[in-house]
T-cell receptor, first 114, second 110 residues
Framework: DSGVTQTPKHLITATGQRVTLRCSPR?????VYWYQQSLDQGLQFLIQ???????AKGNILERFSAQQFPDLHSELNLSSLELGDSALYFC?????????????FGSGTRLTVV | GQQVMQIPQYQHVQEGEDFTTYCNSS?????IQWYKQRPGGHPVFLIQ?????EVKKQKRLTFQFGEAKKNSSLHITATQTTDVGTYFC??????????FGSGTRLSIRP
C-alpha cells in the first residue's frame, strides 16, 4: 500500500458517458498529479493541484476536468467518453510542488470505454 | 518545450546479464528521478540524483547523472527475474515539474 488511494480500481462505461475518478493523497502530501497511461505507453501528464489550486496543466483534453478539495482529495472528471479514452489513470502525490519531490503513485483506475 | 528521451524502448536479456537504460534531456535538468513499474503495477520511486556527475547505488542498481546534467543512466548488474518491469526516468526542470521519459521495458529469459 503506497498510501495513495484511488477508486474505483476498474470502470467500464459506454461511449458518450461521464465518469469521475477519485484520489486520496498520501497523508501530509499537498500536491496531487493525474497521469494517463494507455496500453504499453508512457505516462502522459494531465494536471497538477497543490493545496487546492491548479498548478500545472499538461495535455489534458477539454472534455476532462479535475479539482482538489479542501480535504486534499482530488477528482478527475472525464466526459463525452470516446473509445480512445480507455487507459489506466494514475494519481500521484508529493509533499511539495517542486521538481525535487518524489512522487508516490496510487494503484490506478483502469477505464474501459465500450 | 523540454523533452526527455529514453532508450532503448525494449530490452530482452538472459537472466544474469547486465542491463542499461539511458535518459537524455533537451535542456539542463535540476534533478533526475527514476521509477520502476512492475507489470500490472504502478510506478514506484527508486531514487533521485541532484548533483552533476552524481553516482548512487542500490544493491545491483547503479544510477548516474551526467556532468552536464542533461543525461542519466540506470545500470543493473546480473539481472534477476524480479527486475522485470518498465523503468522510467523523470527529469526535473526550473519550471518545478518533472517530465517522464517514455520508459524502457525490461524482460528477462530465465
Amino acid at each position: 500500500d503506497s498510501g495513495v488511494t484511488q477508486t474505483p480500481k476498474h470502470l467500464i462505461t459506454a461511449t458518450g458517458q461521464r465518469v469521475t475518478l477519485r484520489c486520496s493523497p498520501r497523508s501530509g502530501d499537498l500536491s496531487v498529479y493525474w497521469y494517463q497511461q494507455s496500453l504499453d505507453q508512457g505516462l502522459q501528464f494531465l494536471i497538477q493541484y497543490y493545496n487546492g489550486e491548479e498548478r500545472a496543466k499538461g495535455n489534458i483534453l477539454e472534455r476532462f476536468s479535475a479539482q482538489q478539495f479542501p480535504d486534499l482529495h482530488s477528482e478527475l472528471n472525464l466526459s463525452s467518453l470516446e473509445l480512445g479514452d480507455s487507459a489506466l489513470y494514475f494519481c500521484a502525490s508529493s509533499s511539495g510542488t517542486g521538481s525535487t519531490y518524489g512522487y508516490t503513485f496510487g494503484s490506478g483506475t483502469r477505464l474501459t470505454v465500450v | 518545450g523540454q523533452q526527455v528521451m529514453q532508450i532503448p524502448q525494449y530490452q530482452h536479456v538472459q537472466e544474469g546479464e547486465d542491463f542499461t537504460t539511458y535518459c537524455n534531456s533537451s535542456t539542463t535538468l535540476s534533478n533526475i528521478q527514476w521509477y520502476k513499474q512492475r507489470p500490472g503495477g504502478h510506478p514506484v520511486f527508486l531514487i533521485q540524483l541532484v548533483k552533476s556527475g552524481e553516482v548512487k547505488k542500490q544493491k545491483r542498481l547503479t544510477f548516474q547523472f551526467g556532468e552536464a546534467k542533461k543525461n542519466s543512466s540506470l545500470h543493473i548488474t546480473a539481472t534477476q527475474t524480479t527486475d522485470v518491469g518498465t523503468y522510467f526516468c523523470a527529469g526535473g526542470s526550473s519550471a518545478s515539474k518533472i517530465i517522464f521519459g517514455s520508459g524502457t521495458r525490461l524482460s528477462i529469459r530465465p
